[in-house]
């Protein structure tokens, strides 16, 4: 039961250079999301997705792009890393109304 | 204004004492849901306990509880007989509005250290 799955657990980008994080869910939700955690920031919400073809943005997307082309993946690109996007990044899902549940994190360095 | 405030910079409680971790909200929402998660050093986030603002009685999962003050927009997470295991950063965090736009708040997080 793997429930939510990001990859890369780890990344180290140039300025400049693009890539994907993946995000993969088995539970069959409808709702997915990504955050960045940054310290003293808490986790803020960069782009959600209420179902496949349907996306939005949060509070942070700029420089971030997603797409949902299926139920189970939601993947995050970054097109022109930047070192302010050096972070934590987390995929979660879940039903609109209940708690998410959220993958182990990504952990991008941008330099 | 901040959806979501957690003010205590870091807190230290012993093994078995109980420990209370605040938080405020605020939303002209009638229609809301907080949240309770647990970060420990691994990094994963962990569900704590959930609170409907339309729910009469407080909460309780275990040994946590969230003493649901609806009019002073708090939401504290009391967590009974602490554990060494207790030890990580706590995130309160809001759903507003109902349906599928409605989107999850975090706070900024309280770090909570457990004591021998």
């Known amino acids: 039961n793997a429930g939510v799955t990001q990859t890369p657990k780890f990344q180290v980008l140039k300025t400049g250079q693009s890539m994907t994080l993946q995000c993969a869910q088995d539970?069959?939700?409808?709702?997915m999301s990504w955050y960045r955690q940054d310290p003293g920031m808490g986790l803020r919400l960069i782009h959600y997705s209420v179902g496949a073809g349907i996306t939005d943005q949060g509070e942070v997307p700029n420089g971030y792009n997603v797409s949902r082309s299926t139920t189970e993946d939601f993947p995050l690109r970054l097109l022109s890393a930047a070192p302010s996007q050096t972070s934590v990044y987390f995929c979660a899902t879940g039903w609109y109304t209940g708690e998410l549940f959220f993958g182990e994190g990504s952990r991008l360095t941008v330099l | 204004a901040q959806k979501i405030t957690q003010t205590q910079p870091g807190m230290f409680v012993q093994e078995k004492e109980a420990v209370t971790l605040d938080c405020t909200y605020d939303?002209?929402?009638?229609?809301?849901?907080l949240f309770w998660y647990k970060q420990p050093s691994s990094g994963e986030m962990i569900f704590l306990i959930y609170q409907g603002s339309y729910d009469q009685q407080n909460a309780t999962e275990g040994r946590y509880s969230l003493n649901f003050q609806k009019a002073r927009k708090s939401a504290n997470l009391v967590i009974s007989a602490s554990q060494l295991g207790d030890s990580a950063m706590y995130f309160c965090a809001m759903r507003e509005g109902a349906g599928a736009n409605s989107k999850l708040t975090f706070g900024k997080g309280i770090t909570l250290s457990v004591r021998p």
């Open positions: 939303t002209s929402d009638p229609s809301y849901g």
């Open positions: 539970m069959n939700h409808e709702y």
